[in-house]
Every structure is written in C-alpha cells, then in structure tokens.
C-alpha cells in the first residue's frame, strides 16, 4: 500500500467514528466515571453513556468495565485512551492556534530578567509597546539568579548572550557589552599608573557576592592574553547600584558595566582604566523555548523587539 492509499485507509477510518463519541470516551476516562464526566462537560450522565455505548458498538471493543458502583478502563480502552486523549489534545491546540491568528493580541506575557537588562532595555520600550497592542498585560520579575524560564512559568527572558542555553532561540536586541574598571579622581589622586590587572591586588576593590554565594570575578583579556584576577577589599555589595556608589565616593576600585558606569566617567566622576584589557563582548537577547507554541500576543512582542534592535543598539 503506497502513501497515498494509506492516507485514504486512515481518512475512512477517522471519518467512520464521531467526534462526540470520542470527546465522550476521553471525558469518562479521564474524571473517572461518567457523572463526573457530566458535571464537568455539562452533559447528563444518560448522553455520555449512550455516545460511548455507540462508540463501543462501531469499534466493536468494550472500553470500560462497568459496575453499579465503577466504572474502569478495559486492557484496550486504557491503549486507546492513551493515543487518543493526547490527540485530542493536539487537536484543540491547533484550533485555538488558528484563532490566534486572526485575534487581536491580547493576554498576559511573563519576562524573566535581570534588573540591568530590564532597565536597559525594556524600560524605554514598554511604554510604546502597550500604546500599540493595550489588550496585553506585561509582567516583569527581575532577579540576578538565572532560572528555567518553562519551568517557572515564564513566557520569555531578557539576559546576556553568553548565558542563554543552547537550546533556546535567541533574539539579539542589544549592543555589545563591555565591563571597564573604574575609580573616583580622589581615590587615584597620587597613586602610581595601573599597567596591569595584576596591580589591583594591591589595592581595595569593591566586590559583588552573585546569588550562588561566590564573589564576582573580575576577568580580563589582552591581545589573547586571559586573566583572573582576586580582589580584595572591605565592601561587598550584592547590588551593582551599590558598587557605582561606593565607587564615586572614593573608597576603591569597582567592576561594573559600562552602561552602568558610563554616565559617570562621562560626567568626570570616575576615571577608567585598563582600558585595554576589557574588551567587547556579546550584548543581551530575548531568549524563549525553542519548541513552545507563541501566543499572539508573545508573537507580537518578538517582532516588535526585532524591530526596535537597531534602536536599542544605538542607545546601549
């Protein structure tokens, strides 16, 4: 039998059989009896019975056991159930995609971010956004730990490029990133030149503690040349903001992004350097499961994000 052939044998197959009798089949079996099956379709327990009894009689297989107290899956009802349920599954996904495409975006779209890359990024773009599609509520929880997105109930997440899995799609939205070293003008005030990463041990740098418990490292590169270096100070801050502060008041070094940092080195509070071993590295991306049906709204978000990128490359 060629492919076609098979095509036409499972078109007269699935054809001969009601829907109704197998949505009747999939309730029972999965409420555990046909009156809570009824209340839960809103249907008389009378009605499932007979579509299941009909069901039973064009396949000619008894699905349950029944008795005047339970009812059960038979041997067959139970391989039966377990092909078809998700089928029609499969089924209701499909129809409600295609409404989808037709809708209006609307719903709620769940962001996991860190509160950099929020601010970054989706501070300056939200607003804009819920001008354009207002039936969509967005909400965003920003923590510094990583987590699984699909596993907590996110629709998406906003990081940097560098630590988003493999398998996941990422969209690039941001510049380049790069981490600089900086210090008040009075801290550096008679101080002999920094020619290496490998002078700050010498001195007092600020440090982050990460969620995980272990310090930040401050990590360095120069013509090939990698390095990591182990601050020491007296101020540990799990909060950037923090770092920036301390910084700008004169107590040490700090290592920080230069979005963060940059205004105030623009503004001649700060002073960079080792300006030659920070270089550029991957900005951020929204990143979403690779295999997770997009509602319309989520849709809708993606493709304003691509289109706004070259904008927030420009700001970043």
């Known amino acids: ?42 249907l008389s327990p009378s009605a499932l019975s007979h579509s299941v009894a009909n069901l039973e009689t064009r396949l000619n297989v008894q699905l349950f056991h029944r008795s005047t107290r339970n009812v059960s899956l038979t041997d067959a009802g139970r391989r039966f159930f377990a092909r078809l349920g998700p089928a029609l599954d499969e089924i209701a996904k499909a129809t409600e995609e295609l409404g989808d495409f037709n809708a209006t975006p609307s719903g709620k779209i769940r962001i996991n971010s860190d509160a950099t890359a929020a601010e970054q990024v989706l501070r ?20 510094r730990r990583l987590v699984d997105i699909a596993e907590h109930g996110f629709d998406c997440g906003i990081r940097s490029s560098e630590i988003v899995s493999e398998d996941m799609i990422a969209v690039p939205i941001g510049a380049t990133q790069q981490h600089v070293v900086i210090a008040a003008p009075s801290y550096l005030d008679g101080l002999p030149a920094l020619r290496s990463p490998a002078d700050l041990s010498a001195h007092r740098c600020i440090q982050l503690r990460m969620p995980s418990g ?22 540990v801050f799990d909060n950037s903001r923090l770092i920036l502060a301390a910084a700008m008041d004169g107590y040490g070094f700090g290592y920080l992004t230069r979005w963060m940092a940059g205004p105030a080195i ?18 951020l991306c929204l990143y979403y499961p690779r295999h997770r049906y997009l509602s319309a709204a989520m849709r809708a978000f993606v493709a304003y994000l691509r289109e706004q990128a070259q904008q927030i490359r420009t700001r970043v």
């Open 124 to 143: 300056p773009l939200l607003l804009k956004f819920m001008a354009a599609f207002p039936d969509v509520q967005v909400e965003i929880v920003s923590e």
């Open 266 to 283: 623009d503004a001649g509070l700060l002073v960079q350097i080792l300006q030659d071993w920070t270089p550029p590295y991957p900005g």
């Open 214 to 235: 272990r310090l930040y490292r401050w990590e360095f590169e120069h013509r090939g040349e990698a390095i990591v270096v182990e601050t020491k100070g007296g101020l």
């Open 1 to 42: 039998m060629d492919t076609n052939e098979q095509h036409a044998e499972v078109f007269r197959t699935v054809s001969a059989l009601s829907p109704a009798e197998l949505t009747a089949f999939v309730a029972v079996a999965q409420f555990g009896g046909f009156r809570a099956a009824a209340r839960r379709c809103n």
